[in-house]
């Protein structure tokens, strides 16, 4: 970003073309959950995307979360393929900084990832996260199937009730299918980065307003499960 310049995002003919193959590996397993990156998973993972501000601790959220299977974090959302950091973070590229969360949905709903999700960052201020500022640092919601979407948006539309009461502004998560989006991993020195370096920098910040739990309201209860069977590769 350009400092004094507003953030917005390239159009596809102003991005930056990136490269056919990945510049490095992604590493083979979680550093804290011991299972695999990119898979096998088990049968009956089910996968979700999320973008919420600098993917570190965003991250860890989502693995300290039970029934969470494993995490790693990328870009989604623009069209470079293969991008660096360097060249998200040029805004370049119109990729959000996302976290992939495998989940077993025996031991966690998909509404429950999305009540870590509203809770964990305020979802109302665009193109930035706190103090960190860029097009990478949206609010996002990549989906794997049309329950996904479905419990997403009713989710979204509870949450805003909320914030109005709160007295917070208009949510500006964008809710898109992850299908035409590939999800293109980060590099490996990001993977698990508050493991890694426990007193490293987490800009994680939610509102302080919480979403009433699925199970007790009737967005949760409205909404059909949100199933998509997990990749066995990182895109």
């Given at each position: 970003?350009?400092?004094g310049?507003?953030?917005?995002l390239?159009?596809?003919e ?10 490095f ?19 009956g993972m089910?996968v979700?995307?999320?973008?919420l ?6 991250e860890r959220k ?20 293969n991008p660096?950091?360097?060249e ?10 996302v ?12 509404e429950?990832?999305?009540?870590v ?23 996002a919601i ?11 948006e009713?989710?979204?539309?509870a949450y805003q ?6 007295n ?12 035409p989006?590939?999800?293109w ?15 490293g ?8 307003v ?6 007790e309201?009737n ?5 059909p ?11």
């Amino acid at each position: 970003m350009i400092f004094g310049r507003t953030p917005e995002l390239p159009t596809p003919e102003q991005a930056l073309k990136g490269r056919a193959t990945p510049e490095f590996e992604v590493p083979s397993r979680h550093t804290v959950l011991g299972n695999p990156l990119l898979g096998p998973y088990p049968e009956g993972m089910r996968v979700a995307d999320f973008g919420l501000g600098c993917f570190w601790g965003a991250e860890r959220k989502f693995w300290q979360t039970e029934g969470v299977w494993t995490t790693y974090v990328g870009y989604q959302g623009g069209y470079t393929e293969n991008p660096s950091y360097e060249e998200v973070c040029s805004g370049l590229t119109g990729h959000a900084e996302v976290v992939r969360v495998v989940f077993d949905p025996e031991r966690v709903s998909y509404e429950s990832l999305l009540k870590v999700f509203w809770e964990s960052h305020n979802p109302t201020q665009g193109f930035r996260q706190g103090n960190d500022v860029g097009t990478q640092y949206r609010s996002a919601i990549y989906t794997h199937s049309p329950e996904q979407e479905a419990a997403a948006e009713a989710s979204r539309d509870a949450y805003q009730q909320v914030l109005t009461a709160a007295n917070h502004g208009e949510i500006t998560t964008t809710i898109l299918p992850a299908g035409p989006r590939p999800f293109w991993p980060a590099e490996p020195y990001h993977q698990q980065y508050l493991d890694k370096n426990p007193d490293g920098y987490c800009g994680i910040g939610g509102t302080g307003v919480e979403l009433e739990s699925p199970s007790e309201t009737n967005w949760g209860r409205a909404c059909p499960t949100g199933i998509a069977p997990a990749p066995e590769a990182g895109l």
